[in-house]
């Protein structure tokens, strides 16, 4: 059970429930995440910006992937909730079902290019508590991506940090839609909603 129930979208803002329909193009529903920030209007605003800054492409790292880095950003930090909605967006955004499979085990996968693998590591390194990244995995990123696609990584994993600790600390109820996808996509991880089911 959440421990704050989520707003109806008709509760909402008008102007906020306009601005969170951009949610339903990669997940198919208004997150019951930002349903709950939606308590203050302004948060869940600021949250969805940050959330379109932060996901807009604007070099090499494809929308696909981030939404990849964002799987393995929740798998580390054990968010089952974001688990599921970054496996969902993933698929939405043309990843393979080898991909989709092998995105928590990277380093062994033949479906990663050097370059994803170093970025995959170091999603893995920066979301770890403590924080896990050393001077080598900072070298394998910086030989593949460039100073504005690092950014544009670390922002993924930032926001996946923030959405981490937000879901578990708030047990978000899971919708329907990312829970049978991530049962479908993720269950040899181990995945279960956990407390995030209904």
């Known amino acids: 059970m959440p421990l704050i129930p989520p707003l109806d979208e008709h509760e909402f803002d008008p102007g906020l429930r306009e601005r969170v329909q951009f949610f339903k193009g990669p997940l198919g529903v208004v997150p019951n995440s930002v349903r709950t920030m939606a308590r203050r209007p302004r ?26 880095l964002g799987y393995v950003t929740s798998f580390v930090s054990g968010c089952r909730y974001c688990q599921a909605h970054t496996i969902l967006a993933s698929e939405r955004f043309g990843a393979s079902e080898a991909r989709l499979a092998d995105a928590w085990n990277h380093a062994d996968s033949p479906h990663f290019t050097a370059a994803e693998k170093a970025a995959l590591t170091f999603a893995h390194a920066a979301a770890a508590v403590p924080n896990a990244v050393t001077d080598e995995i900072g070298a394998q990123l910086r030989r593949h991506w460039s100073d504005d696609d690092i950014v544009e990584i670390m922002g993924v994993v ?3 940090g923030y959405l981490n600790r937000w879901n578990d600390s708030m047990g978000t109820a899971l919708e329907d839609l990312p829970a049978e996808v991530a049962t479908r996509r993720v269950a040899h991880t181990g995945w279960t909603p956990g407390k995030h089911g209904g």
């Open 158 to 160: 930032a926001l996946f």
């Open 43 to 68: 948060i869940a605003a600021a949250f969805t910006e940050l959330n379109q800054a932060v996901m807009e492409c604007g070099g090499a790292v494809t929308p696909e992937f981030k939404r990849l």
